[in-house]
């Protein structure tokens, strides 16, 4: 019904930049909130940033000031420019959406990886 596909990871050196793009399609009515979640290596999923069809946004503590979630409403996609990247930045990278469809709910990508290193 939903399908959100995730691209523009990679390697990174630290300090750098990557921008993660996200774009949903299927049969979508609306789209309540958008978000970036990241699952390291023995690590649990974590929220990095989200933003809600207003217009808020919300980042965890380890983002802030580096990473920016912006939104194409009219595309229905979202977007993650991380700069100044981290070594504790590399994970995989999943977009979220709650989207209005024929069966409301979260709906996942399939992750992209993020690998910053020298």
């Known amino acids: 019904q939903v399908q959100l596909v995730e691209s523009g990871g990679g390697l990174a050196q630290p300090g750098g930049s990557l921008r993660l793009s996200c774009i949903a399609s299927g049969t979508i009515f609306s789209i309540y909130a958008m978000g970036w979640y990241r699952q390291a290596p023995g690590k649990q999923r974590e929220l990095v940033a989200s933003?809600?069809?207003?217009?808020?946004?919300n980042y965890a503590d380890s983002v802030k000031g580096r990473f920016t979630i912006s939104r194409d409403n009219a595309k229905n996609m979202v977007f993650l420019q991380m700069n100044s990247l981290k070594p504790e930045d590399t994970a995989v990278y999943y977009c979220?959406?709650?989207?209005?469809?024929?069966?409301?709910?979260?709906?996942w990508g399939q992750g992209t990886q993020v690998t910053v290193s020298s």
């Open positions: 933003t809600v069809s207003g217009g808020t946004t």
């Open positions: 979220n959406a709650h989207v209005a469809s024929i069966r409301t709910g979260g709906y």
